[in-house]
């Protein structure tokens, strides 16, 4: 079982079905992935750890700390 704590919100699915309709937004340190920049507002798969931040202003905090990342190729359907 894991544990997870983020800011939860509604999310409006492209495709009815397809989605929970919620999402939990967790803080990703992306700080060991040198493409970084190069995958925001991509679809990516990312692995990693939970780890808590101790950061002086805000607390702790719960942070994926990504060791690796990459871009999802979306499937292109093939149609008849």
Not at 22 to 29: A, F, R
Request: avoid cysteine.
């Amino acid at each position: 079982m894991a544990y997870l704590e983020g800011r939860l919100r509604e999310n409006i699915p492209g495709s009815e079905g397809e989605h929970t309709g919620y999402v939990l937004e967790v803080e990703v340190d992306m700080s060991a992935v040198e493409s970084a920049e190069e995958l925001v507002n991509g679809q990516v798969a990312v692995t990693g750890n939970l780890e808590f931040v101790d950061y002086p202003e805000r607390g702790k905090e719960l942070v994926f700390k990504a060791m690796s990342a990459a871009t999802i190729e979306e499937e292109i359907e093939e149609t008849d």
